[in-house]
Structures are given as structure tokens and as C-alpha cells.
């Protein structure tokens, strides 16, 4: 038997051995780090417009409640209504698509340097139009086009991503940067009347921006982040998204579009319209309400961030439900009666807001390196955000209570959005807690 030799182990150089450890990471905020991932430049300019409209709107509200005349150039409920659906949520759009989209295309990682100057057009152009919707239409007017500038710029690049795929299923994607583009047409309509003053026109826009972009997408993006969500946290459900149920979601949320352009000329509209409107309500409500439950709403409970998103998709169905009842009394009524902005404010505060809030804290989570889970500060903001939407939706099926009930949702919205805000802008500037980059 052949024997080798056992060779003594070669100590380390002096040197080496007594090399120091590396320098700490640097955990300081730092604003740099904004520009190393899409995610983070798109939510923290979010957050903090989402933060600023919030406080603008709850000032505004208390100042008239409490008989303090501001100024305003614009009528208060047209700018809050532009401001609140296209001003935050394009933004984090920007966040989520920009570190999705790559992915469902199978391209490389999008740079956030790249998409630096549409960002700052964007929160610029705001800076300007939320001081023009007191002191100017024209300065709002100028603001509103840079955001549109933005967004625009932000859709091209998009589509290009698109264009340049190979992937075998890009129909996501499609529906995503088509309603964008209808987003960019909306900014546009919006900045052009707010220069002629054409408050209709502005209200169009608006009617626009929440049917022919802002819903379809969180639509889409529901259609294919909650099944995979949930199956990948709870294997004994599957991942079922069929392409014809995507399909009709969209499709109902696009036939709402008609009925409200039409409302804003043409009043009172047929009873025949009103009925043919609850008529397509009810079954598309019954249809979101049974999705809740078919995606996994009951399991879904036991683990918070699941539940969060489960619970904001119940709002869908629940807005589709009170805007088949609205239709209903106006066509019996002949417009006297309805349900106010209740449908409304179930669909914007609840389903996207809610929708919205679930969704990035997730993204944030898992990209800072930290646990996909809700901790206790991310469950008390997202109820203080599920609180505000019940207050207002109360307030509009309550008028005699409706002051009242509109202050403190107005009050529970600026709570969360300014608590949301500190907390995940704060992650944003620092690096991930695992030492990876991104």
C-alpha cells in the first residue's frame, strides 16, 4: 500500500492573520440609494406625495369645516379628485412595473438612473399644481403637463420593454401598458383644461384616469399577483387565473367609463341606460365576491399580508355591488335618489388604496431583505387605511352623519399615509438588512 506523506498546513502570513475586519455597512438615509433600484425612487416619491395630498385634503376639509375661506382656483372636489387618482398611484405604478415587469418579460433589470428625469418631471410638475389649484389654474395647469411629460416618457419606455420581449406571455404586460397609455391621455385632457378652465373636461379626465387606467391595471395586476401570492404561501391552493377571467375583469371595469363620460353631459340619463348598467353590476359583482373566495379569502386569514390583499380585492366586488344599488335607485327615481360617491370611494379607497398599501408594503419588504410578513405597524396602518374607506363610504350611504363621518375618514387616511410613509420611506434610503444589492 502506497502511503503519502502528511505535509504540515502553511501557516498565514503575519499579515493576513492579523487583518481587520472590513468596515460596518453604512445603515445612514441616504438619498443616493434612491437611484440603485427602480422600487425605491418610484415608492418614495410616491410615499411622499401620497403623504402630502393626505394632509392637503384633511387641512382642507377642517378649514371649511371650521369656516376659514381658502382661496381656490380650482373647484376643491375637481382637484381633489384629479390630485388623489393621478397623482400618488402613477408613482408607485412606476415602482412595482418598472421591478415586475422586467421579470414577466424575461429582460434584464431595468436601471433606476434611467428613469430618474420622467420621476422628477412628475413630482415636480405636482409641486407646482397643488399650490396652482389655489393661487392659479394656469401654474396647475403647467404642473399637471409636466406630470404628463412624465408619465408619458415613463410609457414609451414601457412599451419598448414590451416590444423587446420574447417571453411566451407578455398579455399582462399589454393590458398594463395600454391602460398606461390611456393614463398619459387622461394627464393630458387634465392639463389642457385646467389651461382653459373647463372644469367638465376636468372632470373627464378624471372619469378617465380611475375606468381606463388606474382600475384596469390594479385589475390585472390582481389577476396575476394574487393567485401566485397565495399559492406560494399556501401550496394546497393553486395559482388559477384563467385569461378569460382577466378578460372580463377588465371589460367591466372599461363598460363603467361610458355611463360616467355620459353623466357629465347628459343628465338625467335614461332609466334604460341605469338598468342596463345594474344589470351588468350585479353578476360582475357576484363574479369578484366569488374570486375573493375562489383565490383563497377564508385561508388567507391566518397569515396578515396575504390577508391584507384578499381584503382589499373584497372591496372590488363590494363597489360593483353599491354601484349596481345607485343605478337601480336612480333609474326608479329618475335620478332622485342614489348612493352618492359611496361606490366610489368603496372602489378608489378601498380597492386600490387598500390593494395598493398591501401590495407595496410586500415588495418593500421583501426587497430591504426583511420577512414577507405584516408586522404590527404594518397591520395598524393598513386598518387605519381599511377604517378611513368604511368612513367614507358611510358618510356618502349617511348624508344626515356625513360631515362628520368625512373629517375623521379624511383624518384616518392622513394617519396611514403619513405612518406608511415614514416607515417605508424610511427603508427606502438604506440598504437591505441582508447585505445583497437592490
Known sequence: MKTLPIQALRPLPPA???APPGPPPDGHWRLARLFTAPHRLGFFAAALLLAVSAVWWALALAARQAGVMLPWAVPPPAAHAL???LGFMPLFIVGFL???GPRWLSLPDVSATSLRAPVALMVGGWALALPGFHF??????AGVTAVALGWSL???RFVGLWRASRAGDRLHAALVAFSGSVGALALWLAAVALGAGEVTWLRAATQLALWGFLAPVFATVSHRMIPFFTASALPALDAWRPNWLLWTMVAVLWLQLPMALAELWWW???AAARWALAALDVPAAGLMLWLAWRWGLVQSLKIRLLAMLHA????LGLALALSAVSQALMAASGDAQSLGLAPTH?????YLGATLVAMITRVAAGHSGRPLAADDLAWALYWALQTAAVLRVTGALWPAAGTALTLAAAAAWAVAAVGWACRYGGWLGRPRIDGRPG
Open 16 to 18: 493576513a492573520a492579523a
Open 83 to 85: 390630485l388623489m387618482a
Open 98 to 100: 418598472f421591478t415586475a
Open 136 to 141: 392659479g389654474a394656469a401654474l396647475a395647469a
Open 154 to 156: 415613463l410609457m414609451l
Open 268 to 270: 338625467p340619463l335614461p
Open 312 to 315: 382589499g380585492f373584497v372591496w
Open 346 to 350: 368603496a372602489l378608489t379607497m378601498g
